[in-house]
């Protein structure tokens, strides 16, 4: 069935660092892909999607592109602020339109 | 504000109760997703609706139930309740009914349930 993998956490960067976190996923075809974000005490936002190959999800600075090729929508910003702290969590659309999450990555940034 | 609203925010019960979680969509979503984040399991689909009839079943106990109404709310019902049951219960609606590809797929999601079972 589908399955998402994410790189475990935490992680912890000091602000202004570079973030990746590292997503591949197994579906069949080519899904839409997700980022979603958790802040401490909320429900999850949506961060940036893609729905193709090849496109590039971008919002808030963080960034993520699909690679069909790699199976991967790694998650990427250039420069993380402490309000960035917050649990990750990668998904694809599956069939019937519900969400298959990876296991989520806590990121903490240090002033 | 995602626009979807789930009460109670916070329920605290004893073990062998029975409880009723409850979900209001989007305005003019159909479809209704019940997923559980606990620690160790992460966010796992349960159920899903879509007006008014089941579309998806995931990982839901049989103890377990939902129903979604014809005004589009949804409860989710949890019997015989046990230690492991405690996590947070996520209600998320979309205007899809399937994979039939309108628009992107995106789930808008509540602020959760936390259930704690002593």
């Known amino acids: 069935g589908d399955s998402v993998t994410q790189m475990e956490g935490p992680v912890t960067l000091s602000e202004e660092a570079f973030l990746t976190i590292n997503c591949t996923y197994t579906?069949?075809?080519?899904?839409?892909l997700f980022w979603y974000v958790q802040y401490p005490g909320e429900g999850l936002q949506l961060l940036l999607k893609?729905?193709?190959?090849?496109d590039k999800g971008s919002n808030k600075g963080f960034e993520a592109t699909y690679r069909k090729e790699t199976t991967s929508f790694h998650l990427e910003k250039g420069s993380v602020q402490v309000s960035d702290s917050a649990v990750y969590f990668c998904?694809?659309?599956?069939?019937?339109?519900?969400?298959?999450f990876g296991q989520g990555t806590e990121l903490s940034v240090k002033p | 504000d995602s626009g979807v609203t789930q009460t109670p925010k916070h329920l605290i019960t004893a073990t062998g109760q029975r409880v009723t979680l409850r979900c209001s969509p989007r305005?003019?979503?159909?479809?209704v997703y019940w997923y559980q984040q606990s620690l160790d399991q992460g966010l796992q689909f349960l159920i899903q609706?879509?007006?008014?009839?089941?579309?998806a079943k995931g990982n839901i106990l049989e103890r377990f139930s939902a129903q979604q109404f014809p005004d589009l709310h949804s409860e989710l019902n949890l019997s015989s309740l046990e230690l492991g049951d405690s996590a947070l219960y996520f209600c998320?609606?979309?205007?899809?009914?399937?994979?039939?590809?309108?628009?992107?797929?995106?789930?808008?999601f509540g602020e959760g349930s936390r259930l704690t079972v002593l």
């Open positions: 998320a609606s979309s205007v899809l009914a399937s994979g039939g590809g309108k628009g992107t797929g995106e789930l808008f």
């Open positions: 579906a069949t075809g080519y899904p839409s």
């Open positions: 893609a729905t193709k190959a090849d």
């Open positions: 998904a694809l659309r599956s069939q019937g339109g519900k969400l298959i």
């Open positions: 305005s003019g979503d159909l479809s």
């Open positions: 609706y879509y007006n008014g009839e089941e579309r």
